[in-house]
């Protein structure tokens, strides 16, 4: 097989594979299940599915909280943190953006309050929102909390920017922001959304957010070891844990990410289960605090009627899944952590899920949610490996043979240059082309793998993501550009080197 044919395939596997990684992360379980094998939710059968997992997949760590009603299942930790503690039912971790559902309950206790209305524009209590484009003051506080204000990553990426150190610097940095679509049109998740509307909180209550956080809604729910920090270096371990790679994990640090409101809450399993308790009473705590009406948290789980095809609710995604079941849920996702909340309101079932592998590769929580799922419909659980277990290995093989054929086309680029000898210059240029689209695969995979997740990235993110799909396309780039530079050389020697007898090589 020639080298262009085969480092056009590396680059098409690049996009594949990212298309595929992003179509299987589950929010929820997917598949249907076969037979109802009598299992039951209790906290034998959660913890030893979760430590078959542990097990199978050797995940490092994990924290794990299931609910029923006002009763809590089972609350524990599984595994070891990044730093070698022991995980417990109290250890403190990130949990990403299930932090959203917690900013949607502080603005909409503002609205029971009568200090904020849903359908009025943002700017009328937050005059300090200004963006570029003018439609910004038709965005409503409703629009804000369901992910449809013309906000997107893709006119205002804000992971590939400076980071902020307040939500005050948050907001102003959005000055020079253009919308994508008009207020109320569509669906894009983006978390300066919920910068702003944890803002909005600080500014009409006149606290700071955290402090907010704190009073109102974790200390009510008795989420004593809960709270909202501003940026990722003022989590434990400064967010600190793990990444998958052919089949092993490696740990990893945090880069410096600001979280205020949208994805900064550090939580415990113990908290979690408080959480979802309240989730599915209606705002009331498991002791009898309310921390808001039912009818408000009833709307929180609702999506909005306009646009209508949209699932986001407020910090919480609503809709039914393969076997027919109501599932109301959001997943949570660092480069280094993952957590899923879910809840089941047939059953009246809440599930919540901390582990510390990052985003994409390390689906863990998901797939460990998926199993409890399962188990909550009394069908005994599979273990489900996370699919980089396996796609790892062949992303592993296509790096060998990228760099191998490299190899072999830089030892015969003097033949090549060669069999070009008497062609047109453009000719053989055009020959050469196919070999830049492996380097500027390399060059924009972050935004290649942004692309399809309506998401702006960028290739450290990439690596951190997926790092074997960073190797393999850092591998196809540097065996496409050497053979570019070998093949460049081989044609300058060949065709002006003095004295340098011509000799016919069949095509």
Known sequence: MKLTSVLGTVTAAIGLAGALTFGVVPVASAAAPSSSSG???????????????VKQTGLPGAVVAVTK???????AGYGHTASGRDMTERTRLPVASLSKAMTALAVMQLVEASEVE??????????????ADGRHREITVRQLLTQTSGMDDFAYPDLTRAQPHTLEEAVAAMRGAPLSADPGSRYRYHNPNYFVAARLVEVVSGRPFADY?????????????????????EMPDGARGYVRAYGTVVARSHPRWFTAGGHGVVTTAD??????????????????????????????????????????AMGWLRHRDDTGTEVIQHNGQLLTHNATATLLPDSGVGIAVVT????????????????????????????????????????????????????RGVLRAGVWARRREGRAWWWTVLRLLPLTLPVLAFAQLGSLLG????????????????PALAVLAAGGALAAGAVVVARGVALVRWGRGPGRERVAVPD
Do not use: C
């Open 39 to 53: 299992a039951v939710l209790d906290a034998r059968s959660v913890d030893r599915f979760v430590e078959d997992y």
């Open 69 to 75: 009603g006002e009763r809590v299942v089972h609350t």
């Open 118 to 131: 849903l359908d009025r524009p943002v700017v009328r209590y937050l005059p300090e929102f200004v963006m």
């Open 213 to 233: 956080l704190s009073a109102e809604v974790f200390r009510p729910l008795g989420m004593t070891d809960t709270v909202s920090v501003d940026s990722t270096t």
């Open 271 to 312: 908290d979690l289960a408080r959480w979802l308790v309240a989730q599915n009473n209606g705002g009331v705590s498991a002791e009898g605090r309310r921390v808001a009406t039912a009818r408000t948290v009833a709307l929180t789980h609702t999506p909005p009627s306009v646009p209508a095809d949209t699932e986001y």
């Open 356 to 407: 510390n592998t990052g985003m994409l590769a390390g689906d863990d929580a998901a797939l460990i949610t998926s199993g409890l799922v399962d188990l909550a419909r009394g069908v005994e659980p599979e273990v489900e490996k996370p699919f980089s277990m396996t796609a790892d290995w062949v992303l592993a093989a296509l790096t060998v043979a990228a760099v191998g054929l490299g190899a």
């Open 451 to 466: 692309l399809l997740m309506f998401r702006a990235g960028t290739l450290e993110q990439a690596a951190y993501a997926w």
